[in-house]
Each structure stands twice: as C-alpha cells, then as structure tokens.
C-alpha cells in the first residue's frame, strides 16, 4: 500500500502553490482538502503512487490556469515535475474548455466530451476519477445531511440537485460501461444513492 514519499509531498505541495486562495465550493474549507481526500481514498484502495500523485494534482490544469499560469505550462511543469504518466493521467480527468479546434464547449459539450475521452482513458484516470466523485458526493452528502436546508448545499452546484445526481450517475455509467468494476464503484453508487434520498 502506498503510504508517504517524498513525491507524494512534493505533489502536495505543488498543488498547494496552485491552489492558493481557492475554496470548496460554498464553504471556507482549502481547496487542498479535496485533493487531499482523493489521495487519501486511492491510498485506501491501494492503489500505487502515480496514481495517488495523479489524484492529488487531477484539478491543477483545470483550476488553475489564470495569474500568469497557461494550461501547456502547467502540462510542462507537471511533466517535468512528475513524470509523463502522471500527467497523462491528469489530462485524461480534465475537463476541457475548448475542443480540438479550440472552439469554446458549452457545459453540456464538455461533459460529454469528458465522458468520452474516459472510455478511453487507462486504469489510473479511471481510479482518480470514481475517487474524486467518492469525495465530491461523500462531501455533499454529509452538507446536506448537516443542514436545515439542503437547497442551500444543492444550489453550489449549476446543475443543481438533479443535474449533479444525474452527472454521478454518468460518470458512473461510463466507468462501468468501460470496464472499470473495481470496489470503489460500490462505494459510489451507494453515495449516489444515499444522495437521491437525502
């Protein structure tokens, strides 16, 4: 089982610089706690380092590019930094704004496109991915089992509750159907589940 190296630090504290000032979406929680949660939640499944190191970078090229910061420099950096199948990894769970021809996707293009390159994608995006909705969906489902009023956990969200259950559902949907049925999918379903009835 993968526990702490050195990389693994250093991954942290790469995103740490590039997640600066950023929060999770209507709280005041560092945003390194989510990245944080998905290595955490890989670790527990044992998967090996670059994934985990994957997993604590998955939202640097899709959150970050802004103050100076260009999507083919942090490719570079990362590359450098990690390893040309770390950043394979990342790429492949990164939404993307624009398609080939750099034409802007709409919300529903991008999905769909995310979607797709995840069928194709290798073993370690689909691992980053089913744990990055484990804790997406696990964090939901805590908000709005703590609050008074869920429409206020539901309403950081543009999809609101039924577009995001629907898009976990997706997601898990697409994993699935490429083959992936490794343990965390049960893990995620069954948070969807409990989200549809909270």
Known sequence: MTGYSDRINHAFAFAAKHHDR??????????????????????R????????????????????????????????????????????????????????????????????????RLGLAGDAARWVCAADKVHNAGATLADVRRTIDPDTVWGRFSGGRDGTLQWYRDVSARLRGAG???????????????????
């Open 180 to 198: 992936f049925d490794a343990p965390i999918m049960g893990e995620l379903d069954a948070l969807v589940a409990a989200l549809a009835g909270a």
């Open 22 to 43: 950023q929060v999770r979406k209507g709280t005041r929680l560092p945003y390194l706690t989510h990245p944080a949660n998905v290595a955490i939640i890989l670790t």
């Open 45 to 116: 499944y044992g998967r090996d380092e670059e994934t985990v190191i994957a997993g604590i970078l998955h939202d640097v090229i899709e959150d970050c590019v802004r103050e100076g910061w260009t999507r083919e420099m942090l490719e570079e950096r990362i590359a450098a930094k990690f390893g040309a199948p770390v950043l394979e990894t990342v790429l492949a769970v990164t939404k993307r704004r624009v398609d080939d021809d750099g034409i802007e996707f709409s919300r529903e293009d991008a999905r769909a496109d995310y979607l797709a």
